[in-house]
């Protein structure tokens, strides 16, 4: 069951994850996230102009640090529900969230055309 969720939006079944995910932290999976501590700074702009290399790098480290989180999924759904404009969060950043959204619904109108038909 927890591989299923791991795949998520690349090919996988990210219907379990959207359940599990939720506007506040009633089931905790916030508490497990590996982006927890020092490193946190790395998942949001600063507050000062950055260039696009320092972006480039911060965001990459950030995604690294999604790489191993075992509740990828749970967030990357969070932020995709709560339609969270800013940051890294799952290991997309916010243009790659839209993007997936849009998808997203591209499929979801698509099933709709198939079963009129």
Sequence with gaps: MYEQ????????DGRKAARLA???????WQWRAACRGEEASVFFAPNHSESKEEKHVREH???????????RIECL????RTHESH???GGLNELERRLLIRER???AAGDRLWRVR
């Design 5 to 12: 969720r791991r795949r998520g939006p690349e090919g996988g």
């Design 22 to 28: 939720t506007h506040s932290w009633e089931y905790g």
């Design 61 to 71: 480290r950030a995604k690294a640090i999604c790489a191993i989180c075992p509740v």
């Design 77 to 80: 759904e969070y932020a995709v």
């Design 87 to 89: 940051g890294i969060w």
């Design 105 to 107: 619904e591209r499929r």
